[in-house]
């Protein structure tokens, strides 16, 4: 346990690069006003600056792990005593072992390039500096919750990706919609959240610490604690299907895309959803230790898999098919979690991040290219227009459909080898996630297509599509490099490589696969290994060349199939009527209990109550004044009474 | 006099109860006044009966005598400043009814 | 002898009473008032309190009544008003008048329950012989009820000063050039009009008790 104080730098400069950026905008608000210099120009160098120096700690820190020795391989930060609970005090620190190493790499690096990218796309917009502010903000939010120690710290910075998220998606809320798609967002996230907290109140019931390592040393020695553990479980996954975008509760991703695309890219492809998988990564123990959770996470993981891919098949923004992409990306994800194939699951969010935030960059690029289009249908053609992005954009539909060699295709065959090797009911799920790979190849070769091949379906005079400058163009070529040769992280064992993400991540995931190998090794012999390895590069090449065909005319195959089948159709671009099915059974309820409850309640019940007693005091005083009516008699009267009362009480008590 | 003391509380319960009558009864100020004058005396009937109950030859009981003492006091000064009052009541109302009397009314 | 003597003089003094409640006019009233007085001095003489009976004569009969005959005769309130019955006392005095009534019925009853012989209640020994000499009621006044006594005094003298401005007439302005108003409204009233009755020309008296029981 080494003690290394400069990781605190790791979340303080973006906090800092935020708190400055946010001034920053301040200053440039007034500047406008009053005419004069614009001071939000400086953001991006703070902003970048702050990332920058995170990147470095955090390379620095890897190369520190990496150099120690295996079984010693964590970095500690020290403590600080937040609130002095008596018993149960609740510190922050931050804990540095190979799987924060991971998410802090993919974090900050992938951030940083999203940051360069933005000073080309949010050019010229007024809330420059204030966009560099939320962006720094949200990975300052995101670093905490990956290196934090224990589940408040985890916490914290989970509330603050939710919270970045919202601002975010809500950037332009003067447009009205993305201010709705933020809150969207931010109420889907809040019942995860619930089922969160309450899966760790159950936690620390059960282990009698919040700290996250103190939580899986008690979970990998007695792994038979029973129904509370599962629940625990249970609920934790609850809170990762709102963060991470999974069924039920993905609905909002697709919304989310009314804000700014390096927002897109960024949160909702390459860090905020995966803060999921990483949660369930973090308590592997606790996990393996229920089994029948872990059946749930895999189909559940399979099902969102399907509805995502099958939905991405049928829309026309170019944000809305990579965002259902990503639904489907992160079921995967989640399956792989399932089968208990924990460094699988971390392997393709690497990937996934790569090439992701390649795809959502270089849909923004297009967009920005034609002016802020964003609907397929109008495009084609573009690759004579904006080349690298072509270029770049064909990398990465390359990886994500796995075509054979990218890193997508060996991340994406591992999870399924995986799955398969489970046998039983796993068998199921790999089907469903062949068919979703299958699927996954379609759609994004139809984007392809659709976007760059084919006619030009809109007046080339009249929109000038033009290619994207440097600042955006570089950060492309970079992430496509990566998406290329990511894939080297984590060859299957049939090439007789070690799985050197797996290897890495062992340390952590050690427990989870020793609780599970207590129920039976799985293993695939090789010949089954090839078989899925041939299988997997069969389909996405195939399916590949059939989405790439059927589009290069137009979306002309969208509407034949829409008439043949006008309600599959529908249900496929509806999301599975998810959306429609929750504003009529979940919204539309609320909304009218909410209405009822302004109208009826607070006008009649409650306001009539508090006027009511105001009226009645003055009724009663009306009739109570009318007793000094000066006459002595009835004072008299009343004295006598009075008096003869009191005695009476007197004599009788 | 050898009357037992109950009999005296029996006087003074009966002229209280007409001293109560008059005083609800009557519009008359000064009837009123009378009356109260009535009850007074009723009580200190009352007082000295009891200092009578509790006397023995050796050891009189003094209470009474002195309490009435007091209330015989109190019921002068009561009468005075009553009369006073009807006095200037009446240069207001040439009159010295009860219901005369109504000006504070609520 | 002297019990005799003590159930005629009951027997006046609430005789007496009826006439203080029932009387029409209210100088027959004070009269009557005065009559039991006098009777309760008697019967307060018999029963051995010889100071509180002289003390009684002196203050109550000497000088309440003298009081309460000088405000009728000032004010001249003999005067019986006209015949007609003015309805509605108080709201259930009446009632409550006949409630005390029946209350001290049932004393009365009560106190018969115990005995109308029974003189258990009163050593026979003190017959006769004066239970408030001076001296005794002097040391009591000092020692024990001097708290009482030193806050009569002030009663009293609050009492004379009360009285004396209740009383007193207003004269007109004190200065030359100052407005003289009306008391109770302030409004200003001419100088020399005096609200003090002279003579026959003023009054109108009511006075009708609405009705009569004697008890």
Redesign the interface.
């Known amino acids: 346990m080494t003690l290394w104080d400069p990781l605190w730098l790791i979340i303080l400069t973006p906090l800092l690069g935020s708190a400055v950026c946010g001034v920053l905008h301040a200053l440039s608000l007034r500047a406008r006003r009053s005419g004069g210099a614009e001071p939000g120009r400086l953001a991006p160098l703070v902003a970048c600056g702050a990332i920058g120096v995170s990147l470095l700690v955090s390379i620095v820190g890897f190369a520190k792990l990496w150099g120690a020795d295996a079984s010693a391989r964590v970095i500690e930060s020290s403590t600080w005593r937040w609130i002095d609970a008596g018993a149960f005090p609740i510190d922050l620190s931050l804990w540095f072992d190979p799987l924060a190493s991971v998410m802090c790499l993919v974090i900050t690096f992938i951030g940083l390039l999203i940051h360069v990218y933005s000073v080309g796309y949010m050019k010229g917009d007024p809330g420059f500096a204030k966009f560099f502010a939320y962006l720094n903000l949200f990975v300052a939010a995101m670093l905490v919750l990956v290196l934090s120690r224990n589940l408040v710290g985890l916490f914290v910075g989970w509330e603050g990706v939710g919270l970045c998220s919202y601002l975010l998606i809500g950037f332009w809320y003067e447009k009205g919609w993305p201010a709705k798609a933020g809150q969207k967002a931010f109420v889907m996230n809040r019942i995860g959240d619930a089922c969160f907290l309450i899966g760790s109140f159950l936690l620390v019931d059960l282990f009698a610490s919040l700290d996250m390592q103190a939580i899986v040393a008690g979970a990998s020695a007695n792994p038979d604690v029973g129904g509370k553990l599962t629940l625990a479980a249970l609920l934790l996954f609850g809170g990762a299907c709102g963060k991470s975008a999974q069924f039920p509760l993905f609905t909002w991703l697709p919304d989310a895309m009314a804000g700014p695309t390096p927002v897109s890219a960024l949160i909702h492809a390459a860090t905020m959803v995966t803060a999921g998988i990483y949660l369930l990564v973090r308590l592997n123990p606790v996990f393996a230790a229920s089994p029948e959770v872990l059946f749930v996470v895999g189909g559940v993981g399979a099902l969102t898999a399907l509805i995502g891919a099958s939905t991405a098949l049928m829309q026309r923004d170019i944000k809305g098919v990579l965002a259902y992409s990503t639904v489907s990306q992160l079921g995967y994800m989640f399956l792989a979690l399932g089968s208990g194939a924990f460094g699988a699951a971390v392997f393709h969010l690497v990937t996934h991040a790569c090439f992701k935030g390649l795809l959502f960059l270089g849909a923004g690029s297009v967009i920005h290219g034609m002016h802020e289009e964003q609907d397929m249908t109008r495009m084609g053609g573009l690759r004579k227009h904006m080349p690298r992005t072509f270029l770049a954009m064909v990398i990465g539909a390359a990886a994500l459909s796995g075509l054979p060699g990218l890193s997508g295709y060996f991340s994406k065959d591992e999870i399924l080898a995986h799955t398969f090797a489970n046998g039983g009911f796993h068998y199921a799920f790999w089907a469903v996630g062949l068919v979703s790979a299958a699927l996954t190849a379609f759609y994004s070769w139809r984007l392809i297509s659709l976007t760059f091949f084919g006619e030009e379906r809109f007046d080339v005079d009249a929109v000038h599509p033009h290619e994207s400058p440097p600042v955006m163009t570089v950060p492309l070529m970079v992430l496509a490099v990566l998406a290329v040769t990511a894939g080297v992280l984590g060859l299957p064992p049939v090439l007789h490589v070690a799985h050197g993400l797996s290897t890495w991540l062992a340390p952590v995931t050690e427990p989870g696969r020793a609780i599970l190998a207590a129920h039976g090794e799985h293993h695939l012999s090789h010949t089954a290994e090839w078989i899925l390895l041939g299988l997997g590069a069969g389909i996405a090449l195939l399916f590949a060349h059939r989405g790439f065909h059927t589009y290069t005319s137009g979306a002309g195959a969208d509407d034949a199939a829409a008439e043949r089948r006008p309600q599959l159709a529908r249900f496929l671009q509806d999301a599975w009527t998810l959306d429609s099915s929750y504003a009529r059974l979940i919204v539309a309820p609320v909304k009218l209990g909410a209405f009822l409850l302004s109208t009826v309640v607070d006008q009649f019940v409650i306001d009539g109550a508090v006027n009511g007693a105001a009226t009645t005091t003055r009724q009663v005083a009306g009739r109570v ?10 004072y ?2 009343w004295m ?2 009075g008096s ?1 009362a009191l005695f009476c009480l007197w004599v009788w008590s | 006099m050898n009357v037992p003391s109950e009999h005296l509380l029996v006087v003074a319960t009966i002229l209280f109860s007409m001293g109560v009558l008059g005083f609800l009864i009557r519009r008359n100020l000064i009837v009123v006044l009378a009356s109260v004058e009535l009850m007074l005396n009723a009580a200190n009937l009352s007082f000295l009966a009891g200092s009578r109950m509790h006397s023995t030859v050796g050891n009189v009981n003094l209470d009474g005598p002195v309490f009435a003492m007091f209330v015989i006091l109190v019921a002068a000064a009561e009468a005075a400043v009553g009369l006073a009052l009807v006095i200037a009541l009446f240069r207001l109302k040439q009159s010295v009814g009860a219901e005369d009397t109504c000006e504070l009314r609520g | 002898m002297a019990e005799l003597l003590f159930y005629v003089l009951s027997a006046g003094a609430i005789a007496c009473a009826a006439g203080v409640i029932a009387s029409r006019s209210p100088l027959r009233s004070v009269l009557s008032l005065l009559g039991s007085f006098v009777c309760l001095a008697g019967i307060y003489l018999l029963a051995g309190f010889h100071f509180l009976a002289a003390a009684q004569l002196l203050v109550y009969a000497g000088a309440i009544m003298v009081l309460f005959l000088f405000v009728v005769m000032l004010l001249n309130l003999d005067r019986v008003a006209a015949e007609d019955e003015r309805p509605g006392s108080a709201l259930g005095a009446r009632r409550l008048g006949v409630a005390f009534v029946a209350s001290s019925v049932l004393v009365l009853t009560g106190l018969f329950s115990i005995g109308w012989d029974s003189a258990s209640h009163a050593d026979p020994a003190l017959a006769g012989m004066q239970l408030d000499d001076l001296t005794s009621i002097a040391a009591l006044l000092f020692s024990r009820y001097m708290l009482p006594f030193e806050a009569a005094s002030l009663l009293l003298l609050g009492t004379m000063i009360a009285v004396v401005v209740l009383a007193k007439r207003d004269r007109g302005p004190d200065r030359a050039g100052a407005v003289e108003r009306d008391p109770y409204t302030l409004a200003p009233r001419d100088v020399g009009e005096n609200l003090d009755p002279g003579g026959p020309e003023v009054v109108v008296l009511e006075d009708e008790p609405e009705e009569v029981h004697i008890v």
């Open positions: 004044r009318t007793w000094t009516d000066g006459s002595v008699k009835s008299a009267l006598t009474a003869a």
